[in-house]
Nanobody
Framework: QVQLVESGGGLVQAGGSLRLSCVASGRTFYNMGWFRQAPGKEREFVAAIGWSISVTIYKDSVKGRFTISGDNAKNTVYLQMNNLKHEDTAVYYC??????????????????WGQGTQVTVSS
């Protein structure tokens, strides 16, 4: 059974840091990434990594602050979030994709999702 489990969310002051983790099980994925959904907003792309071609992509507003990394052999992805802003407050979801292609920002293209972990940044 495919399962993605996130951890690392919490409450942090603006300017602080958090590190999210996601462990996938049940199969091997080609791409892994992170989306988020803020209160009253639609779920949006944050960052993704393509394992085989070693490429990473980011939402523009998090570039320079967030870093995605992971361990392909362990189906594990991390999101290091630095200089957090109040606007980063959201439920963060881990996503995984079996397609052998570049990762995409389109959420419907991703195969599997975690339950989400809450990130709250105080202003």
């Amino acid at each position: 059974q495919v399962q993605l489990v996130e951890s690392g969310g919490g409450l942090v002051q603006a300017g602080g840091s958090l590190r999210l983790s996601c462990v996938a099980s049940g199969r091997t994925f080609y791409n892994m990434g992170w989306f988020r959904q803020a209160p009253g907003k639609e779920r949006e792309f944050v960052a993704a990594i393509g394992w085989s071609i070693s490429v990473t992509i980011y939402k523009d507003s998090v570039k320079g602050r967030f870093t995605i990394s992971g361990d392909n052999a362990k189906n594990t992805v991390y999101l290091q979030m630095n200089n957090l802003k109040h606007e980063d407050t959201a439920v963060y979801y881990c996503a995984a994709d079996v397609a052998r292609r570049l990762p995409t920002i389109i959420q419907s293209a991703w195969d599997s999702w975690g339950q989400g972990t809450q990130v709250t940044v105080s202003s």
